[in-house]
């Protein structure tokens, strides 16, 4: 058996002791090492796959490996196409929120988003006063607004969805400084009343009143 002794020499550059490199090098060359399965290499060293020497021999073998394969690598320079769009349109890569667009009238949640039945009731009530529907309901035989009177918003309208992310990072913000806040439900803002502003240089302002609901 023949130690190849500029293999071993490498060995040892790289930390493992001598006894392992000598070893390892003894009719193998470093490309033959690294074909050698964990199993082998543990053979070949005489320890344990659990003990520390064989991690550390096998992280210099990995380490040459993964060298080995960044030197094959295509020097050739590729750009992709999200880079691209990253350093030419940064807007890309923004969420475009409908309520800021100039044809957008401005529009908010009647009441703040996480609020009781109770009190969603009376703030909606408070806003819905001109239109005068609160109606006594027949099962529970109390007021209840007839909400569905009102015109109605999908709640998948950009409107609707940039209202409720605003208004669920505002929630979230207070859960995380209060560990007892109760988070938002599920489809939480179905069934809420939001308050359209128009404005108008000729009109002055308009304010109207819509349904959010979940379909047709």
Do not use: C
């Not at 490199?21 to 070949?44: F, Q, W, Y």
């Not at 691209?84 to 807007?91: A, G, H, K, S, Y």
């Not at 007839?146 to 999908?154: T, V």
């Amino acid at each position: 058996m023949v130690v190849k002794s500029a293999t071993k020499k490498r060995l040892m550059e790289l930390g493992v002791s001598e006894e392992f490199a000598h070893k390892l090098a003894t009719d193998r060359n470093m490309t033959d090492i690294k074909g050698l399965s964990s199993d082998e290499i543990a053979a070949v060293l005489g320890v344990s796959k659990d003990s520390e020497q064989f991690t550390n021999v096998m992280s210099v073998i990995a380490e040459q490996g993964s060298r080995r394969r960044a030197a094959k690598k295509s020097k050739k320079i590729t750009i992709r196409a999200k880079t691209v769009d990253d350093f030419d349109r940064p807007e890309i890569t923004s969420r475009f929120n409908a309520l800021n667009h100039v044809l957008v009238p401005h529009q908010e949640l009647v009441g703040k988003a996480n609020i009781s039945a109770e009190e969603q009731f009376a703030i909606e009530s408070e806003h819905l006063a001109p239109w005068n529907i609160v109606e006594m309901d027949e099962e529970t035989e109390l007021p209840r607004l007839a909400k569905e009177l009102l015109p109605k918003i999908l709640i998948s309208d950009p409107a609707v969805q940039a209202i409720k992310e605003i208004a669920e990072i505002a929630d979230m913000a207070d859960l995380a400084a209060d560990a007892d806040h109760t988070p938002l439900p599920a489809g939480w803002i179905a069934d809420r009343v939001i308050k359209v502003v128009r404005r108008s240089p000729s009109a002055g302002k308009s304010v109207a009143y819509r349904l959010i609901v979940e379909g047709n």
